[in-house]
């Protein structure tokens, strides 16, 4: 992870929901690509990746170095 994305994670972790929307659309290429090698279907990528953000919005506050 570098600088920026460090700093936007400290940011998310402290509530800001633009910095976490700007580490998601980062990352959500990347992972929705990886899914669908894994699941071979659009929908069930496309469900499972929004799945993974939502669930890594709400347990932000309990991330650890």
Do not use: K
């Not at 069930?44 to 650890?64: G, K, P, V, Y």
């Amino acid at each position: 992870m570098d600088e920026r994305e460090a700093a936007l994670l400290g940011r998310a972790r402290g509530g800001d929901a633009r910095a976490f929307a700007s580490l998601v659309e980062a990352y959500w290429p990347r992972l929705h690509r990886w899914l669908l090698a894994m699941t071979r279907d659009v929908q069930s990528a496309e469900d499972i990746t929004q799945e993974s953000f939502l669930r890594a919005w709400r347990c932000l506050a309990t991330l650890r170095d």
